[in-house]
Nanobody, 124 residues
Framework: QVQLVESGGGWVQAGGSLRLSCVAS????????MGWFRRAPGKEREFVGR????????FYTDSAKGRFTISRDNAKNTAYLQMNSLKPEDTAVYYC?????????????????WGQGTQVTVSS
């Protein structure tokens, strides 16, 4: 079992930045790839990006590429989502998720554990 707790959300003006954190407990953090997802009002939860177990590989959706950076510190059992140049359309609840499989996936159903989410609101 892995427990995930996100933090760092809040309100920011367009063009601003936020850094989200996801702290894991209950199991060996480095055994999991970590994904970030978001759910905007009235929309389905969507994949934002993913980082491999070692942190050596990352993948981003087109909307996140160049603006968002995912990193992790396995010694601190923490994954991060640095978001820059935020836009109003980035407003959503952001979730981190852990995947024990080695197989890359963007599908929410393939991730094993989820955090409770943190709200990000970007005003124009």
């Amino acid at each position: 079992q892995v427990q995930l707790v996100e933090s760092g959300g809040g309100w920011v003006q367009a063009g601003g930045s936020l850094r989200l954190s996801c702290v894991a407990s209950g199991s060996t953090f480095s055994n999991y790839s970590m994904g970030w997802f978001r759910r905007a009002p009235g929309k389905e939860r969507e994949f934002v990006g993913r980082i491999s177990r070692s942190g050596g590989n990352t993948f981003y959706t087109d909307s996140a590429k160049g603006r968002f950076t995912i990193s992790r510190d396995n010694a601190k059992n923490t994954a991060y989502l640095q978001m820059n140049s935020l836009k109003p359309e980035d407003t959503a609840v952001y979730y981190c998720a852990a995947d024990r499989s080695y197989v890359f996936t963007v599908r929410t159903s393939e991730y094993d554990y989820w955090g409770q989410g943190t709200q990000v609101t970007v005003s124009s």
